[in-house]
């Protein structure tokens, strides 16, 4: 018993879990369905045996040292013969541009959605911020804002910090300061402007080459009420100045700065206040009391028009009241009567008047109770 070897338990049956049904054996009409399908396949397989005069070899996975694959897995791609590629293949390479010695190009055949075919290439860097959109001068060749004066246009060779290097030294030239203001020379003393209060050298270099007055910074801070800068509304209301007047720079000499309030509006027109007074009080006017005097003069004639404005309206507003109530005693038959009488009867007819309703126009219309008159009602 004890040198006897242990013998090996019988397979035991699959074991299904809950939910599998085991396989059933096949039917004798499904045997005989594969059966004639096995024979049909070989007939097919010797006809073409016969056509060709080569034997067929089956289907077999070929496993290489250098490709192992088990069945199931992918070939990698350089395997796959490309001698045979299908013509409807959706493949983004140019296979012929490839077996040519072309290289890869993927993008000559890659075309574009239906939806994305058609669109317009602007040129972004020929076109203007007109704060309403992107277009070039090409579509509309009339439009001056789309057309960007020499010089404000960042050049197609210079980057965006060499740009704006080149800004600022135009700006410094235009305002003749840092390295860009003039110099003084020992050897012409009467050529050098001085400042035309202190008599100081270190004067404004912009407002001497714009307005012609020699000033310096500190005497200017010193004395507002001659050297502040008076904008083209003030001066135009202050000191009763005309357009025409103010446009003209040989007459009156304006310094232009961008606008505050909006960087696409006009440029701000700013005029020297003592050269401004000098030409109101002493030229058009004459002295300040005749300018003082104008002004009143204007001031009294616009209050006298919307004076007259006002009669006019209460005017009509009273022909249109008598004409209402006439009209309404003629309807009612009592033969007329006079202005304020009670309809229909004798006597004295006190309106009472509603609450006041603005109408379409704007104006506050009250109503009688007892007559249904209407009386509008103007506010101060």
Known sequence: MEGERPSTPP?????????????SPFTPEQVKRMETNRLKAKALREQLE???????????????????LAAGQKRAYPTVPTSNVPANLRDGRNAEAAHNGGGFRPLDHIQPARNFAKYVEYDFSKMTDTKGGFLTAEDDPHNKALHVP???????????????????IRSLRDQKVGPFE??????????????????SMEIDWKWAEVFGCSVCNSCKEKLPDK????????????YLLTDPELRDEELLPHLERPNPHKSTWNNMMLFLRYQVE??????????AEALDAEFNRRESDKKRRKEDKFKSKLQELKKKTR?????RGRQVGAGGGKFGDEVGKRGRHTHTWGRAIEND?????KTCVDCGMEVEELEF
Do not use: M
Request: charged letters at 35%.
């Open 323 to 327: 004409v209402e109530a006439y009209r």
């Open 50 to 68: 016969a056509e060709t005069g080569k034997p067929i070899e089956p289907p077999t996975l070929k496993r290489s040292g250098s490709s192992n």
């Open 227 to 238: 050297y502040s800068l008076l904008t083209k509304t003030e001066a135009r209301e202050d």
């Open 150 to 168: 020499d010089g404000e246009e960042k050049p197609a060779h210079l980057t965006l910090k060499e740009w704006e290097r080149l800004r600022l």
């Open 182 to 199: 003039p110099g003084l020379s020992i050897f012409n003393k009467e050529e050098d402007k001085i400042c035309r209060e202190c008599g």
């Open 11 to 23: 397979p035991k049956a699959p074991a299904f879990g809950q939910g599998d049904i085991p396989k």
């Open 361 to 365: 126009a704007g104006i506050g219309v």
């Open 278 to 287: 000098e030409y109101a009080f002493g030229k058009k006017w004459g002295s």
